[in-house]
């Protein structure tokens, strides 16, 4: 009996670090072709798969105009999720004429049939990506399946295709917001795996998926926390410490690292240090935004993306994001040995619980950001709920932080209870991610 094709596309250099590092493919009664965007930078790691066939050429001319119609869709679907609302006017910055004048012409194009021309005239102008399309007919799969965060043109174009040609399509969804705050998907696949009960509502809510077309896989990059457990009896540091991690959006983080770092100063706590990990792609901010490690007694820049941040701050190219995406055995081992964390909103708060470690999870108005952590707490659809959860301390004002953190560190033998708290957004996985697709891609064709 001959074996289902699965054809795997890969967009992102994000995708080859979260799938590739354990593989995550790994598909026992399935053939199985990776192909991948031509712009990956991480190719030597693709090209040590027998099973990958390839590169597909892609082109950036029509980013401004795709960028464009996401603001249009995303306004045209503000009732849908509140964080397409407050994305839209993070992004085009709502102070000023040059926005109202664009605000009202998008506004004017909402309606429905100037919209459904205008999105009808973008495909038609577009067209298809001729080199995907032949390898569709060469190949002849009987699924294709994308990860993806923020659906691109490529896999756009790869969804209509199949479309026509009948074949499956599965999207395997990255992040905690992808499902709720990127945009629309103005085409979607057949079947969609998410992260948990929350995404599944999203999905339908938002997108309008049926129930049978979502499946609750998780993530694989969770998984380096509970099966591929690296050198976890191997210490980064020989002393306590505490990580202060950072999100991708911007607010000010150095305050808080210097009210943190004198508080440690002035109660003469000198064996416990403070672990500064910011976000690797993170967005520029409004404020002071330098980090001196000198300037600090208590505050030391994490080791690992310590290279990264100041190629970013002193070098920015366009491929960074790509280029500097942190090895993901790292995270267990500097959670692991971490009294607690202090975060923003961010995955690292999940990935903080799996471990069992408490959250000081900063949820106050920084005054200089409209990103600051209280509005996006407000605006973003998959944090609604998350000051429920036990395992988080919310620090709803900059001026209760040092006391929260005392708290903390008077407190700092407590566990969360990841399974209990947190199965709502992700549940405990009990086989690994490979299997657990596999199992889903067997549901797909019986």
């Given at each position: 009996m001959n074996k289902k094709k699965v054809l795997i596309y890969i967009d992102s250099d994000v995708y080859v670090r979260n799938h590739f590092t354990e593989n995550t493919?790994?598909?026992?009664?399935?053939?199985?072709?990776?192909?991948?965007?031509e712009n990956i930078l991480k190719k030597y790691i693709l090209e040590k798969y027998d099973e990958f066939k390839g590169y597909v050429k892609t082109t950036e001319k029509y980013q401004k105009i795709l960028k464009l119609r996401k603001y249009l869709v995303n306004k045209k679907h503000f009732?849908?999720?509140?964080?397409?609302?407050?994305?839209?006017?993070?992004?085009?910055?709502?102070?000023?004429?040059?926005?109202?004048?664009?605000?009202?012409?998008?506004?004017?194009?909402?309606?429905?049939?100037?919209?459904?021309?205008?999105?009808?005239?973008?495909?038609?102008?577009?067209?298809?990506?001729?080199?995907?399309?032949?390898?569709?007919?060469?190949?002849?799969?009987?699924?294709?399946?994308?990860?993806?965060?923020?659906?691109?043109?490529?896999?756009?174009d790869i969804i209509k295709l199949c479309k026509k040609k009948n074949i499956k399509t599965l999207s395997l969804i990255d992040g905690w917001d992808n499902v709720s705050s990127k945009t629309i998907f103005l085409e979607k696949t057949d079947f969609i795996a998410v992260w948990g009960e929350q995404s599944v509502k999203h999905a339908i809510d938002i997108h309008d998926y049926k129930k049978e077309q979502i499946f609750k896989i998780g993530t694989p990059r969770f998984d380096f926390y509970y099966f591929y457990k690296h050198n976890m009896d191997n210490p980064i540091f020989n002393f306590k410490y505490v990580i202060f991690t950072c999100c991708y959006v911007p607010y000010d983080e150095i305050t808080p690292l210097k009210i943190l770092d004198q508080y440690l100063i002035d109660n003469n706590i000198k064996d416990i240090k403070i672990i500064y990990r910011p976000h690797p792609f993170r967005a520029?901010?409004?404020?002071?935004?330098?980090?001196?490690?000198?300037?600090?007694?208590?505050?030391?820049?994490?080791?690992?993306?310590?290279?990264?941040?100041?190629?970013?701050?002193?070098?920015?190219?366009?491929?960074?994001?790509?280029?500097?995406?942190?090895?993901?055995?790292?995270?267990?081992?500097?959670?692991?040995?971490?009294?607690?964390?202090?975060?923003p909103l961010t995955t690292m708060i999940i990935e903080a619980a799996i471990m069992k470690k408490r959250v000081l999870t900063i949820a106050y108005d920084d005054k200089i950001h409209y990103t600051n952590p209280k509005?996006?707490?407000?605006?973003?659809?998959?944090?609604?709920?998350?000051?429920?959860?036990?395992?988080?301390?919310?620090?709803?004002?900059?001026?209760?932080?040092?006391?929260?953190?005392?708290?903390?560190?008077?407190?700092?033998?407590?566990?969360?209870?990841?399974?209990?708290?947190?199965?709502?957004?992700?549940?405990?996985?009990?086989?690994k991610y490979s299997e657990r697709l596999e199992d889903l891609i067997d549901k797909i064709f019986n």
């Open positions: 493919f790994d598909l026992k009664n399935y053939e199985k072709v990776i192909y991948a965007n009732n849908k999720s509140k964080s397409f609302k407050f994305k839209y006017y993070h992004n085009w910055n709502k102070k000023g004429i040059k926005f109202k004048i664009r605000d009202k012409i998008f506004g004017f194009m909402t309606f429905k049939p100037i919209y459904k021309s205008v999105l009808f005239f973008v495909d038609k102008f577009i067209g298809h990506n001729k080199e995907m399309k032949k390898i569709l007919e060469e190949e002849k799969p009987d699924l294709v399946m994308m990860p993806f965060k923020d659906i691109s043109l490529i896999q756009e520029p901010r409004d404020c002071f935004d330098y980090f001196i490690e000198e300037d600090f007694e208590n505050v030391l820049l994490d080791k690992q993306i310590k290279g990264y941040y100041y190629f970013l701050k002193n070098n920015y190219v366009k491929k960074y994001e790509d280029a500097a995406s942190p090895s993901l055995k790292y995270y267990p081992r500097l959670l692991k040995d971490s009294l607690f964390v202090i975060s509005d996006v707490l407000e605006n973003y659809e998959h944090f609604e709920g998350i000051e429920n959860i036990k395992s988080f301390e919310m620090c709803y004002d900059i001026k209760n932080l040092t006391t929260k953190f005392e708290e903390m560190l008077n407190n700092e033998n407590a566990e969360s209870d990841f399974d209990e708290d947190l199965k709502y957004i992700i549940e405990r996985p009990e086989k």
